[in-house]
């Protein structure tokens, strides 16, 4: 497989992105092309061993940065991501990976690949981590305002992706919304509701609330960008919450500290206690763990598009390229044509 | 302080809110009032001591539940949630508890209570419970489909009452967003960005993400109240899924349980560390349960009303009864009206 990373995606770029880029090289044997200015990414590159590995770097002088709006990545042909898109349009990868700003990559791939016929707006789209049985999600961040129309196609692209990809015969598709009752949701949401409702064509189940998601309620979980993107970085930021509380409640207090001390002993004699615990310690931590995620696909284009978190890490990038890689197996962008009759 | 509480309120109703009623004039000694259909709620009072508490039940025959709209509200004059508020609205009572429909208690607060003058929409307001120090959080459920000039009316309420409820002087207010550039949002908060960027009037700091919101980067949050519920829902639906993950990898695996077991002699041995750091665990774990927070403010009205939480415990009903003296003791109503000089 051939896959194209830009190097100078995330917001510590170019470290986490060519890091993880050498990571994944290495973890699948891939070939793996990073584009950025060819000097800046090549002395990065050069601080990692890369014997063996199937490496290169295309040159793209420009940089899009976070304040970049559509019109930047219209002009700058010459970014990292405008030359990524048009490698996999012009057939020299199988898909582009990027941690840089969601709105520049979903503008670039709309003027690069196209999108899909009669799809109107691409949607970000995850297996969402908040489950245990694999449930589609999206949008992520891509489109803020979408209409009824838009949102009823985001649905039946997580459908498509639902049952093509991931197996799951006539999934379960809801609405992310404050109630379960049909009046819950903005003006928009109730719209989507009365089309979802109508169209007969997918197993529609309603309104669904965060709390049944996280159960596990539907198999295709779809939201607007602006929503999806709350969604998302709300239970990122509860999960760093708890940290700040484990450390100011339990590691701060000098009576917790004596007390930590104290348990040391405890703790030895309960060594093969915690030996056996370990394994699900481990599972536990790495459910909890966003850089696991890697990033999202931009569902709704001509070609396969993963787009990570700025704050991505090596170990996220590195995921985010596994996440390219799985797509491009799964044949998403031709089952999704498929799924659409186009 | 005499407070009215809705009997039929919470989703199990009249248990909860009953024994949560029961629990606060225990603890605080106020004369509370329950309102709902009267046999009903005296056979569930019946089931607890009241001995030397001063508790009384008024008789209202309705009941409004989950799927009634503002047309039954208007109609249904005789339920427990209009009798309530018009006992507020006629002196009778200093606050009304719900943890009924938020969209019935909102309803009936402007037939009854009336807003405050100049201010078009109530917002259900509360004290952030993923900070550690006190942040105003606004719209978590109210107005799910605000103006710009609505959110900025939010946002002048969020910081009279962070200033003269909370004592923060000159207040922090910010937006939550997907990003923190001025571009990012939803039209409509991006349109009100600009009216708070203009306005002068408030100390405006721009959008805020979850993440910097849970550390604390305002003193006022605001949003709608859409993306507000999703967000309080969400932060609840992690918590419930780490629970589920732990159950899943720490209790169910049979190395885990044996490695459970144990640990058991170590446990024993550390005990005094374990009790030193009691104190810690237990203020840990009060942190994250939603029920301290008991329930929301309706700010915008001519009165003290508290919105709890559909799923509410009797915990919860105490805790949001304990909003309502909060509120009461604090004149939030009188320093809204007199910071909006109206």
Redesign the interface.
């Known amino acids: 497989m051939r896959i194209v990373v830009d190097a100078f995606g995330s917001d510590s770029c170019p470290g986490p992105d060519v890091a993880g880029a050498v990571l994944a090289a290495r973890a699948w044997g891939d070939e793996i092309v990073l584009v950025g200015p060819e000097d800046l990414t090549r002395d990065e590159l050069a601080k990692h061993d890369t014997a063996g590995l199937n490496i290169r770097v295309v040159h793209a002088p420009e940089v899009l940065t ?2 970049d ?1 559509s019109d930047a990545v219209r002009r700058k042909e010459a970014s990292s991501i405008r030359v990524g898109m048009q490698m996999v349009r012009d057939g020299k990868a199988d898909a582009f990976v990027s941690a840089g700003n969601t709105i520049a990559c979903l503008a670039a791939a709309i003027f690069d690949l196209r999108r899909i016929r009669g799809i109107r707006r691409p949607a970000l789209c995850t297996v969402y981590p ?3 049985k694999p449930t589609v999600f999206l949008d992520m ?1 891509a489109t ?2 979408p209409t009824p129309e838009i949102l009823m196609q985001f649905a039946r692209m997580g459908a498509i992706y639902a049952e093509r990809v991931l197996g799951i015969a006539d999934p379960r598709v809801g609405l ?4 379960e ?1 049909e ?5 928009v ?1 109730r719209d989507a509701f009365g089309l979802l409702d109508e169209s007969g064509r997918l197993n529609f189940v309603g309104n669904v ?3 049944e ?3 596990g309620a539907v198999d295709v979980l779809v939201t ?4 999806g ?3 998302i ?10 940290k ?3 450390q ?3 590691f701060s ?1 000098l ?2 500290k ?20 370990a ?3 481990r ?2 931590v790495k ?2 763990d966003y850089a696991e995620v890697g990033g999202g696909l931009l569902l709704g284009v001509n070609g396969v598009v993963i787009v990570g978190h700025g704050r991505s890490n090596a170990k996220a990038v590195k995921h985010a390229i596994l996440r390219a890689r799985e797509a491009v197996a799964a044949e998403v962008v031709p089952s999704i044509k498929a799924g659409l009759g186009v």
Chains 1, 2 share one sequence.
């Open positions: 976070m304040e709006h908040l489950t245990f961040g803020v305002d992310l919304a404050n109630g009752e009046e819950k949701g903005t003006l949401l609330e965060p709390k998601a996280v159960k607007d960008g602006f929503t993107n709350i969604h970085k709300t239970a990122e930021a509860v999960a760093s919450f708890v700040r509380l484990i100011r409640y339990l207090p009576w917790s004596v007390g930590l001390v104290l348990l040391i002993p405890g703790l030895i004699v309960g060594l093969p206690g915690l030996l056996l615990l394994p699900g310690l599972r536990f459910r909890l």
